[in-house]
C-alpha cells in the first residue's frame, strides 16, 4: 500500500477534468459505439478485442456504478437526508443528478428502492407509461440472495401479505454452525448455507415467482442489468483462493471441501436464524459422501487411496430413535431423563412432544427450541442426564421422546464421523487452506468436490433466473475470489459454465502479480467480462481522522488520483492468451461514508456533502451544481476533492 501510495502521487495527468460529452442513448450507452444485436435488454459482446455491456438499444456501456445508494444505511444520514430535502423521497431526484453530474452511470447492488427505475411517487409527473415514475433513471444491478434467506427464511409481503417462502422447520442448514472444532480458522457471522439442500432452489423459485413484481410487470425491468446471487459474507470459501497472497496476508479462505469433510453430518437445529428442523440431514456432507462413494465404490478402495482407515462410508454411530423421556401431567415444566447410551453425538440430540420436533441440539450442551427456557445435553462421559425446562407444562398425556446418535461424528470411525481430529491429519493434512500436506488423492478429491459445490450453487442459480426470466444476465456473487486474490481455481471453472459476467478481483493494477493473476483467471474462466469494485479510504482527510490505517491514502485528492489510475489500469488490462480486454465495470464502494465502520467509503459524508472541496466544510455554503438551491456543509473541519478525479475517470470511457 506504501508502494502503491507514492506511485500514485506521480500518477499520470488527469486526461479530462470534467466529464466529456458523448451522445448517449436513455441507458446511458454510447451511441458511437455500436453492438452487433439489440436484444432489448443488458447483454455482454465483444466488440474487437473488448468486452462491453449493451444497452437494450444495442449501444455499448461501461459500467460505472456505485454500490449503497441508501439512505438509511445511518439513522444520523437518514435525518440529515429529511432535514436538507425534506423527506427521504425528496432525496432520490437529487442523488441521481448528482450521480449522473459526477460521471457514474449506474447503481450497483444495495440501492434503496426510492432510487431505482421502477420507483413511483405522487409527486413525480406522469410519464409516458401513465406512472408517476421517478423521472431520472439508471440501470441497475438486482440482488438474489437464496443463501442468505433460505437460511433466514425472512417474512416477505407478497400480494400485500406477509409470508415465509418455506414453511417452518424446513429451512436451510448453516454449515458454519456444524463446523468442527479442530478448524481453527475464521469463521463467518452469517453463516454458510448447506448449498446442496433442495430447499434453496425451492425458496428462489418461489421469490422468482412471487416477489419481485416490478421484474414481471414494470415497463422499466429492461433497466436491470443483471442479477448477482448473495452477498461475499456469506459466500466463505468462494473468496481468495490460494494460488495468491491475498492483500495484506492471511485472508486465504480455507478449502469449502475440508470444512465439509469434517462438519457434522447432522443438524437439529439453530440458533443464529432460530429454527427447528423437521429434516437433520445436512445435505453437502451427504453428498461429500456420495461422490466418494461413487468414484471409490468400496471403504477399502478409499482407504488405500489416501492412506485412511475408516469403517465405513457411513458413520460407525448407533441411531436412537423414539427414547420416552416424559409424559405431559399439565403441571410439570422440568424433566430430568437418564439416556439409554450415557452420551449422545453433538448436534444429533432431538426434543419431540407428541412425534413433533420441538427442540434440537445446538452442538454445545444446549438446545434450542421456542417451548424452552433451558435444557443440559449429555455431550461427554460423566454427564448421562437430559434436562428439559419448558416454558409452560406440556398438557396432560403427552409424549416426550428424544432422538439422538450414541458414538458417531467426533468419536466414530466412519467416513462421516470425520472431524478433522489430529490422528486423520495424516491424510487430511492439517493446511486447510491449500492443502500442502493432504494426501495428494485427498487434495484432488477435495477440490473436485469444491468445483461440484460451486458448480451446484451458481447453477442453481443461473437455471432458476433463466428458467423466470430468460434474458437477463447472470453475475454470480457480488464478488469471487477477495482481498485482491482471484478464487480458486475450482471456483473459477464453475463460474465458467454457469456466469455471464463474474464479479471479482483480481488485485490492484499496480501489483507485480496483476497480470499473473488476470491470466489465471482467463486459464480457469476462460475468455469472459468482468467487473469490479473500487475500495478506496482516505480516513485521514475525513471525519474519521481518528481511525486511520495502513490501508488509506493520506488525503482526498490521492484517493481520486487512486480511482483515476484504476479507470486508467482496467481499460488498458488484457488477458495474456487472447488479448481481450474483459473489464465491463468498476464499481465506487459506496455513496456515503460508513459510519459503524469508521470508515472514508463515501463519495458524500455522513452530513451529506460531497467531498468536492466546496461541500464538505465547517461553513454554511451553497452546494455544488446540480444541487446549488440547497445548503451544504456544517462538517467539524474542511476535507479534501476527490470528486475532480472522480469526474475525469469516469469520462474515460467515453474516449
Not at 420436533?357 to 454445545?364: C, E, H, K, Q, S
Not at 437455471?463 to 486474490?485: M, R, S
Not at 507485480?512 to 475500495?535: A, C, I, N, R, W
Amino acid at each position: 500500500m506504501r508502494l502503491l501510495r507514492r506511485l500514485l502521487l506521480l500518477a499520470l495527468p488527469l486526461l479530462c477534468v470534467t466529464p466529456c460529452k458523448a451522445q448517449q442513448d436513455i441507458y446511458g450507452g454510447l451511441t458511437s459505439v455500436k453492438c452487433a444485436t439489440a436484444t432489448g435488454y443488458f447483454h455482454v459482446e465483444k466488440i474487437g478485442t473488448r468486452w462491453w455491456f449493451c444497452t437494450p438499444l444495442g449501444n455499448a456501456f461501461f459500467m460505472q456504478g456505485v454500490y449503497v445508494v441508501d439512505y438509511g444505511q445511518n439513522a444520523g444520514y437518514e435525518a440529515k437526508v429529511i432535514k436538507k430535502y425534506g423527506g427521504t423521497v425528496a432525496w432520490a431526484v437529487p442523488t441521481l443528478q448528482r450521480l449522473k453530474s459526477w460521471g457514474f452511470n449506474s447503481l450497483n447492488l444495495y440501492a434503496d428502492a426510492a432510487v431505482i427505475p421502477f420507483a413511483t411517487d405522487k409527486s413525480y409527473p406522469v410519464d409516458s407509461h401513465g406512472l408517476h415514475s421517478i423521472p431520472v433513471k439508471l440501470p441497475f444491478v438486482m440482488q438474489i440472495r437464496p443463501a442468505m434467506y433460505s437460511m433466514e427464511n425472512p417474512t416477505l409481503t407478497i400480494n400485500y401479505k406477509p409470508q415465509k417462502l418455506l414453511p417452518p422447520g424446513h429451512e436451510v442448514k448453516d454449515m458454519e454452525a456444524g463446523w468442527s472444532p479442530n478448524f481453527k480458522g475464521y469463521r463467518p457471522s452469517y453463516g454458510i448455507a448447506d448449498y446442496f439442500d433442495g430447499n434453496m432452489q425451492t425458496w428462489l423459485d418461489s421469490f422468482l415467482m412471487n416477489a419481485t413484481p416490478n421484474l414481471h410487470n414494470s415497463p422499466y425491468a429492461n433497466y436491470v442489468m443483471g442479477f448477482t446471487f448473495d452477498d461475499s459474507d456469506e459466500m466463505y470459501g468462494f473468496g481468495a483462493g490460494p494460488d495468491f497472497q491475498t492483500l495484506p496476508a492471511g485472508h486465504n479462505d480455507p478449502n469449502l471441501s475440508w470444512l465439509v469433510a469434517t462438519m457434522t453430518p447432522i443438524q437439529t437445529a439453530l440458533k443464529l436464524y432460530p429454527t427447528v428442523y423437521l429434516d437433520g440431514t445436512v445435505y453437502t456432507k451427504k453428498a461429500w459422501h456420495d461422490y466418494l462413494v461413487f468414484k471409490y465404490g468400496t471403504i477399502q478402495a478409499l482407504n488405500t487411496a489416501w492412506g485412511s482407515n475408516y469403517t465405513t462410508f457411513g458413520s460407525s454411530g448407533r441411531d436412537i430413535i423414539g427414547e420416552a423421556v416424559a409424559v405431559g401431567d399439565g403441571r410439570t415444566t422440568n424433566f430430568v431423563h437418564l439416556l439409554t447410551a450415557r452420551t449422545s453425538t453433538p448436534y444429533t440430540v432431538q426434543i419431540l412432544l407428541n412425534d413433533t420436533p420441538i427442540a434440537g441440539d445446538l452442538g454445545n450442551g444446549q438446545l434450542y427450541g421456542p417451548t424452552l427456557t433451558g435444557s443440559i445435553v449429555p455431550h461427554a462421559p460423566g454427564n448421562s442426564s437430559l434436562a428439559l425446562f419448558f416454558h409452560t407444562p406440556p398438557a396432560a398425556g403427552s409424549k416426550i421422546t428424544t432422538n439422538y446418535v450414541f458414538d458417531g461424528w467426533g468419536v466414530g470411525t466412519g467416513l462421516m464421523d470425520e472431524d478433522g481430529r489430529e490422528a486423520h491429519q495424516v491424510w487430511l493434512g492439517s493446511d486447510f487452506v491449500a492443502l500442502s500436506n493432504s494426501n495428494l488423492n485427498v487434495k484432488a478429491d477435495m477440490n473436485a468436490f469444491l468445483y461440484q459445490t460451486a458448480t451446484r450453487y451458481l447453477g442453481m442459480c443461473k437455471n432458476e433466473i433463466k428458467k423466470v426470466f430468460p434474458h437477463y444476465l447472470t453475475f454470480g456473487p457480488d464478488g469471487l475470489g477477495g482481498w485482491q486474490a482471484p478464487p480458486a481455481a475450482p471456483v473459477l471453472r464453475a463460474a465458467a459454465a454457469t456466469l455471464d459476467v463474474m464479479i471479482g478481483g483480481v488485485g490492484v493494477a499496480l501489483s507485480s502479480t496483476y497480470q499473473p493473476k488476470l491470466d489465471f483467471v482467463e486459464h480457469y474462466l476462460g475468455d469472459k467480462p468482468l467487473m469490479t469494485g473500487s475500495y478506496l479510504r482516505a480516513n485521514p482527510d475525513s471525519p474519521f481522522s481518528a481511525y486511520s490505517s495502513s490501508l488509506d491514502f493520506p488525503n482526498q485528492a490521492t484517493r481520486g488520483t487512486a480511482y483515476h489510475y484504476e479507470m486508467l489500469l482496467f481499460r488498458t488490462a488484457a488477458y495474456s492468451k487472447t488479448g481481450s480486454h474483459p473489464f465491463v465495470g468498476l464499481s465506487w464502494f459506496a455513496f456515503t461514508d460508513n459510519k459503524a465502520q469508521e470508515t472514508n467509503w463515501g463519495l458524500v459524508t455522513l452530513l451529506d456533502n460531497a467531498y468536492d472541496g466546496n461541500e464538505a466544510v465547517p461553513a454554511t455554503v451553497r452546494c455544488s451544481a446540480p444541487l446549488q438551491m440547497y445548503s451544504c456543509g456544517g462538517e467539524a473541519k474542511g476535507y479534501g476533492d476527490v470528486m475532480t478525479s472522480v469526474k475525469a475517470a469516469n469520462a474515460l470511457w467515453q474516449k
